[in-house]
């Protein structure tokens, strides 16, 4: 009897979880949880046989002096162990480095990428040729055993999850796929260097070819912990592309539990993707771009919210922005008021139809974003779940559109100088369209997706607290763009302040960096953060499973305005930005809060 081994674990993987575990803490979920369950399992159930089997015919040995004693299968307790810690902290970086991820936006279409099926080919090919080639060393016996018996093992179970997924795994970037092999696998081999070295366990030499990857490890023990780890990540990949699948197709998959069964996750990746529906795909994908484009706060915060309400949301905000752009990108006063009638008339279509309360929208909807608007924004338009989300808010957005148009020079504007916000209730007036009307549509779906239960009265009160928390961000959004807004014309900041601080919209449109509107700007944050700390106390209210996420959400913007009110910051092109390592700190304590 012996620690040896006993104290590998305490020394080299548990501190490690420990560390992985408080670091994702405030994002897991039950989704999460389910999945590392799963994963280590599948790992103990689909190795156990195997080891007891390498331990049987003595290709690896324990010393009794290493080991406490208890075994199952021959296996001892710490190797057991070790099933269990190495799949945990392996799926614990993968979830870390995957939570920004989008991960319906990877998925494929039923026309593959342009070399799709020669890699899917190529990669079954070299797998079940490694199956065949480790049938074959272990055949042969002698040296050549232990590297057999990893391939041998190995082959199928990668084989079967490249022949499902490989496509998806492609196009996933880099750093949630490769990453999360290379960093566990590099940190074991480290690990087994030592405990080699110390003799906690032992290869025997007739059974392996005797090269070393470096003095101390190995080649087939460095083989070992690098297949491994692939299997692992291999695994959660293939997780999160039937996850994906049941989320992205309502119309295939009308309900999805937050933790699927595994018959639902594997027919999900054998559904044919000419099911699929190519313009959902590709609509998402447009979407995600916009909001990594547009907004990195709100691209971060979505990475809090999880299953159907993550992509209603991004889809939310991809329609708001298109919609915002169109008439923003306009020179002419009327093209934009054009597009507000387009929009508009949009809307009457989609909820005069019944077909409003279905997922996909009536045919003459269709035809009509077909007829009336730009390929690149017709996805945006017919993705928006309009079966989701009550109208008003929307024609209110309409609404605050109206109010940037008045900005647009006419001949009674250049007389009498004229600029729509001209006291401060105006300006509360239009933040509530323009943003207030967003955060309600935002909790409209929280609450369809919520699986907290919630009264109607509840349900008004956090809307209504919601509106004015868009009112606050908005404050913050203008207070950042005095000089942006300028360049095109606009003025935000109330006449009334301006009048009182001795400048007209005029002075602003000059010289927007002006001390003096320095002064009118922290007014404005002041204003946006007393709103906030009115409304902050509702995201407690909210249902348990967006609670932190909104907050994240909130919290994120709001730091913009804490950026601003810093003593000596200078905007950068007219904008505040917050470095990254601030955002993820802002967002870390937005979600350990709950």
Same mark, same amino acid.
């Given at each position: +009897? ?32 389910? !999945? ?35 075994? *199952? ?25 995957? !939570? ?163 018959? $639902? ?115 945006? $338009? ?86 004015? +928390? ?38 602003? $449109? !000059? ?30 209210? *909210? ?29 950068? !092109? ?21």
């Amino acid at each position: +009897m012996g620690f040896d081994y006993a104290l590998v674990h305490l020394r080299y993987t548990i501190p490690p979880a420990i560390a992985l575990t408080l670091l994702y803490r405030p994002l897991l979920n039950r989704t999460d949880l389910y !999945k590392i369950a799963f994963l280590i399992s599948i790992a103990f159930i689909s190795t156990l046989p195997w080891d007891s089997y390498l331990v049987r015919r003595k290709v690896w040995t324990y010393p009794e002096d290493a080991v406490i004693g208890p075994t *199952l299968f021959s296996v001892p307790a710490e190797e057991l162990f070790f099933f269990v810690i190495q799949t945990y902290n392996t799926t614990l970086l993968y979830l870390i480095l995957n !939570k920004p991820i989008f991960h319906p936006s990877y998925l494929s279409s039923a026309k593959p990428r342009k070399g799709a099926e020669f890699q899917w080919n190529a990669g079954q090919l070299i797998f079940a040729a490694s199956f065949i080639m480790g049938l074959g060393l272990i055949w042969s016996g002698g040296e050549g055993t232990y590297l057999g018996l990893i391939i041998a093992w190995a082959g199928p179970f990668a084989l079967l999850l490249w022949s499902l997924s490989s496509q998806f795994l492609i196009a996933l970037p880099l750093s949630s796929t490769v990453v999360p092999i290379a960093i566990p696998t590099l940190y074991l081999w480290m690990v087994d260097t030592l405990a080699l070295k110390r003799g906690t366990w032992v290869i025997e030499s007739g059974t392996k070819l005797g090269i070393h990857l470096w003095e101390g490890l190995d080649i087939e023990e460095a083989l070992f912990f690098l297949v491994t780890n692939v299997l692992i990540v291999f695994g959660l990949v293939a997780f999160d592309h039937a996850l994906s699948i049941l989320l992205t197709f309502p119309i295939l998959f009308p309900d999805v539990p937050e933790v699927p069964s595994p018959v $639902l996750l594997v027919q999900a990746l054998l559904t044919n993707r000419s099911k699929y529906g190519t313009e959902r795909i590709i609509g998402i994908q447009e979407a995600v771009a916009r909001l990594k484009n547009k907004s990195r706060s709100f691209y971060l915060a979505s990475s809090a919210f999880i299953g159907r309400l993550r992509i209603n949301l991004v889809l939310l905000y991809s329609f708001c922005r298109v919609a915002d752009d169109l008439i923003d990108d306009c020179s002419a006063e009327s093209d934009a008021r054009e597009w507000i009638d387009k929009l508009t008339h949009y809307l009457d279509l989609a909820y005069a139809s019944k077909e409003a309360r279905l997922v996909q929208k009536h045919p003459d909807v269709h035809s009509y974003i077909t007829e009336n608007f730009p390929k690149s924004s017709q996805l945006a $338009l017919r993705l928006l779940p309009t079966h989701l989300l009550s109208y008003g808010p929307l024609y209110g957005l309409l609404e605050g559109f109206k109010t940037d148009l008045e900005f647009h020079d006419s001949n009674f504007s250049k007389a009498l100088r004229t600029f729509p916000i001209a006291n401060e209730y105006d300006l509360e007036v239009y933040a509530a369209r323009v943003a207030g009307t967003v955060a309600e549509l935002c909790l409209e779906l929280v609450f369809h997706h919520t699986n907290s239960v919630t009264t109607t009265a509840q349900r008004e009160t956090l809307i209504r607290s919601g509106g004015r +928390m868009g009112i606050a961000l908005q404050y913050v959004n203008v207070a950042r763009d005095i000089s942006t807004d300028a360049a095109i014309g606009r003025v935000y900041l109330p006449t009334s302040w301006l009048k009182g601080a001795g400048l007209k919209p005029d002075d602003v $449109l !000059k010289n927007p960096d002006n001390p003096a509107i320095d002064v009118l700007r922290a007014r404005l944050l002041d204003k946006a953060f007393g709103i906030y700390r009115e409304a902050q106390p509702a995201l407690a209210q *909210l249902p348990i499973d967006a609670r932190a996420p909104m907050r994240v959400a909130v919290e994120s913007y709001m730091e913009i305005g804490r950026v601003l009110r810093e003593k000596g910051y200078k905007l950068k !092109k007219g904008r505040a930005t917050v470095p990254i390592k601030r955002r993820l700190t802002v967002a870390w304590k937005a979600l350990s809060q709950g």
